[in-house]
């Protein structure tokens, strides 16, 4: 850690507000939503249910990295079109991704936090240019990522001028492959002891298991975490992305029932 | 996991009771105790203070696997000697590692629960050894080992005639050099899916950083292990073993106060 | 591999030609030079030498991804111009690495090959935006990337209209922390009979030690590599980057006459 | 590696003579034969093959790790003696793994070279065993281990009064699914430059796919490799035991052929 200057300056826990969402705070804040922007009413179904759930945070995709070329790509421009709609109409805030340093100002027209997804967390020309906008960026771990390594990616985005960032742990990759990812949730309290980042857990993508993501949900809260980013579809098994890994809203509603008495063991609240 | 034949059988929780204490069921089991066994005022006082705080289980090492053969390589025979006496002295169980398969017979007439490292999961013939005696086994993960070896690991004790056995998760080896290794909590949901062993988890071993001992811990309570194992020394400035991630037993009892909500939050009880 | 379309067909070495180099033929092919261009004399320096030496590829970096935002980044559209310039004075080819989907078209206006690094193998739009020009792409494994991701990667470019993509190891991440990472050589013959891409070794940042560059070129000679990419510096200790891993001219002159019987030994030639 | 006093002492290189055999010297060693011993028909039919092509070390197991107590465990004493049968029948030297300190002693009657393999080369009892006895060790890396662990690892054989230890990198576990394991070529010179331990190469647990061993045999050899150890069966379908990464006899002679020229430029003969 030996050169950070700015990412593990000794002060209080960076409290970042996006409309009614407070990150950092006392209480647990949940991203929700499809891996992918399919469509007005998938989105809209999805955002209304998870609404009404409490939920403030709408996830989902427009520009979507995906191994194959051939993989669906996601709505682009389009999809941040329908995030904005949907968002505006539930008073959600939106958290979407952006993959290219060109993109930077549109996605940030559209949406309220920008996420950094892992294989660009040393994308180096994005890091500096999401640095330069006024809006809290979402900076997932690369999936071989030391910490060292992603505190410097989060220097690269307070260099810049931009210090609203929100850490995310989304799974690293082992030799282990029956998850997707192995879930670091140590670097949960090591990120809190060392920076004043707020820091979210990703259970979906940490495992890729749909039945897992209640019992790392119930673990990150314990752990400390800040909140969680959860994929949720109406219909995962027609998802054009990762619907192995989503929950239906319903099932999303009971793993919320199912962390609040954790919430309350470990001093969080949750809407 | 195809060709696992005992392991995966779906049935009930396997409940294992030693002395007092019950692995598997409603009550989060505690092992803790030194890292090695070194005097018997060491040991004697360490126990003492954990009895005191309701643990059942101590641990403590007679016969060490170091890295180095110059390193301390515990007490060897006396070691055990020294772990009956203060446990029947306290009314505690034990439980102590067994590395050569010569030696299980020895180390059957000291402890309770034979240990298992991880260094030797996939020592087949102490596997053996060790499924051919009566008594509890405590078998931790290998430090690079798949769901499934650990499984067929499993599996050899059980074909050798022991059902008697507890999983342990200790921390994976990553390209993540900060902590000691990578624990890797959603194994625990996992093996709970899978299998009937009860599990726990180690999280002295898995960070090798005091202060993350904690964390971890709620971490594993919460995603639903069956009990922690934990390294307690009375001073662990002059430990011969892994004293940097060793508790005072005063650390010790703020751990507990601190894990009861969250044991309360998911339905367990705890001493 | 499921999924791939262009990558795999089975088809004769995709011989890439370069001014006076071939890439994929029976001749080992060189790139050498500085991690960065540091100044014209440093790399005039090292081109004459190198040239004199038979190399016929010059690398250095203008655009740097460097972990930390306080690094050398390069000299940018500078370190361009002096590439070029020191391109005609020794009719050398150049390759340089190109970060930024915004700059494509300005490196190429100034090298003769695109490099991406191993931090954007992943980096969609980028491999998008290097499809579609008309020079050659060296595209380096990502630090965590299976054989499968790295193929789809190339995809990437190949389904955007650019055929002519060279493969780059230069070493993966593992546990190993002994070397900077641990080089696969492993991975050259799977391309080789996989797909008919040229695949070159990158010795110097595969291990991260200058004395272990020979004997890792040696190896990567023998087991059919096309090429080599090897850091060459004037003055090692005083380098802005990398100068623990670079060999001085006289050095590398040294490599070249140890791998020549190797060269001999599996029927390539060098120049 | 600090710690170490006997692994890392900068002598000349340990040259290990068994039977016709040198180890570590000049003469590139080959150890060949099937990976388990399953009658004697088998084992005679392939010694004597390899015999005639110049191999001086037979390989063979007697007592077999496996990851399933159901696969073929090996024919134990039987096998031993089949070994040694062969060996005095065709006049070559045997290696066998040995995983139990019970049976020291016993393989030591019958084997020339005591193998540790990589799932003990922690197993502290069995070092110091074979540390007692006056016979060659081949201590195979294990399978996650680093230079530092293994070269303690041999140190604890060392402690105990053998100096006689061959080293063997058979791959690494890393994140690649491809190979059965990464092959760790540039352990190779840096074994070399920091102990006087010879080191061999096994392709074929390195890689597990039998078109990669005589790539990566090629490899090792250039880089320095003192030998290579390699799966030989007569009719690697019906094997036992790793049949896919076995070659036919026929298929080793073709290996041999084309190693030949690579030892030449490096200056080492072979029979």
Redesign the interface.
């Known amino acids: 850690m030996k050169?950070?200057?700015l990412a593990v300056e000794n002060k209080a826990k960076n409290i970042i507000k996006v409309k009614d969402a407070v990150i950092g705070g006392s209480e647990l804040v949940l991203m929700a939503g499809p891996c992918a922007v399919e469509s007005k009413e998938q989105l809209l179904l999805t955002a209304q249910a998870l609404k009404e759930l409490g939920v403030k945070i709408l996830r989902g995709g427009a520009f979507k990295?995906?191994?194959?070329?051939?993989s669906f790509?996601g709505l682009g421009q389009q999809g941040l079109e329908l995030l904005k709609e949907v968002a505006d109409d539930t008073g959600m805030a939106v958290v979407t991704e952006v993959?290219?340093?060109?993109?930077v100002q549109l996605v940030a027209e559209y949406a309220d936090i920008l996420q950094i997804g892992s294989?660009?967390m040393?994308?180096?020309?994005l890091l500096?240019a999401v640095g330069k906008i006024n809006k809290p960026i979402l900076l997932k771990r690369g999936?071989?990522a030391?910490?060292?390594?992603w505190l410097?990616a989060a220097?690269?985005i307070l260099?810049?001028g931009n210090n609203q960032i929100i850490l995310c742990e989304r799974g690293?990759?082992?030799?282990?492959?029956?998850?997707r990812n192995?879930?670091?949730?140590?670097i949960?309290?090591?990120i809190q002891?060392k920076t004043s980042f707020p820091i979210i857990v990703d259970p979906s993508h940490?495992?890729g298991i749909r039945?897992?993501v209640l019992?790392?949900s119930?673990?990150?809260?314990?752990?400390?975490a800040d909140g969680l980013m959860i994929e949720v579809h109406p219909n995962p098994a027609e998802a054009l992305c990762d619907g192995e890994q989503s929950l239906t809203p319903t099932e999303f509603a009971e793993l919320l029932k199912e962390i609040k008495?954790?919430c309350?063991?470990?001093g969080k609240t949750i809407s």
Chains 1, 2, 3, 4 share one sequence.
């Open positions: 050169g950070l200057k990295p995906r191994t194959s070329p051939y790509l993959m290219d340093p060109n993109e294989r660009n040393q994308n180096f020309p500096q999936l071989a030391t910490l060292s390594e410097f220097e690269y260099a810049a690293i990759r082992t030799f282990e492959t029956y998850t192995t879930v670091d949730l140590s949960v309290p090591i002891s940490a495992t039945e897992l019992p790392v119930k673990g990150a809260v314990a752990i400390g008495p954790i309350a063991a470990v």
